[in-house]
């Protein structure tokens, strides 16, 4: 069992960066690939990014490629996403998963464990 918190959300001006942390709970992190996904209104939810287990491997959407960085903490059990030059369309719930698997997968039904998710708000 995992469990997955998600901080660092906020309300920022266009241009902006920030960064959202996820701590997990649970042996299994260290052997995990983690996501990022994000909801935003009226729309489903979608990939943003995603680390290997090592952190060796990474994947990101094409929206925010150049922009985001997925890293990680084994050691403390947590992951980042650094979003720099935020835009008003990254506006979303952004959620963090555990994967079944430990490689950087981008396929929503490939993740075992949520978490509550962090609001990002972008205001031009």
């Known amino acids: 069992q995992v469990q997955l918190v998600e901080s660092g959300g906020g309300l920022v001006l266009a241009g902006d960066s920030l960064r959202l942390s996820c701590a997990a709970s649970?042996?299994?992190?260290?052997?995990?690939?983690m996501g990022w996904f994000r909801q935003a209104p009226g729309k489903e939810r979608e990939f943003v990014a995603a680390?290997?287990?090592?952190?060796?491997?990474?994947s990101y959407a094409e929206s925010v490629k150049g922009r985001f960085v997925i890293s990680r903490d084994n050691a403390k059990n947590t992951v980042y996403l650094q979003m720099n030059s935020l835009k008003p369309e990254d506006t979303a719930v952004y959620y963090c998963?555990?994967?079944?698997?430990?490689?950087?997968?981008?396929?929503?039904?490939?993740?075992?464990?949520w978490g509550q998710g962090t609001q990002v708000t972008v205001s031009s």
């Open positions: 649970g042996r299994t992190f260290s052997s995990t690939g």
């Open positions: 998963a555990a994967s079944y698997y430990r490689g950087s997968t981008i396929t929503e039904n490939e993740y075992a464990y």
């Open positions: 680390i290997s287990w090592s952190g060796g491997r990474t």
